[in-house]
């Protein structure tokens, strides 16, 4: 499935999948999801605030975290993580 979805808004996004016949405006979640894109664009345009998380460690914390359901998966335990 395709999504395509508009970040110029905080507020509404863009969205239209494979399966619309239509793009569709759907109001944005308030909180986290759209705070996480404001960060994001901020670190991108070199603007990031002090203590916000950047991209290399979301990136890091996503590995570890399909590191551990990879060892859940196959019963494993007591494995390295870097």
């Known amino acids: 499935m395709f999504v395509g979805i508009d970040i110029g808004s905080i507020t509404t996004k863009t969205v239209i999948t494979d399966q619309d016949e239509v793009i569709r405006h759907?109001?944005?979640?308030?909180?986290i999801a759209a705070s996480c894109l404001c960060d994001f664009i901020k670190e991108i345009e070199?603007?990031?605030?002090?203590?916000?998380l950047d991209t290399k460690q979301v990136l890091k914390?996503?590995?570890?975290?399909?590191?551990?359901?990879?060892?859940a998966n196959n019963e494993q335990c007591n494995l390295?993580?870097?």
């Open 26 to 31: 759907v109001p944005a979640k308030e909180g």
């Open 46 to 52: 070199g603007n990031r605030d002090e203590g916000i």
């Open 80 to 82: 390295p993580i870097d």
């Open 61 to 71: 914390a996503s590995r570890i975290a399909l590191l551990v359901q990879e060892a």
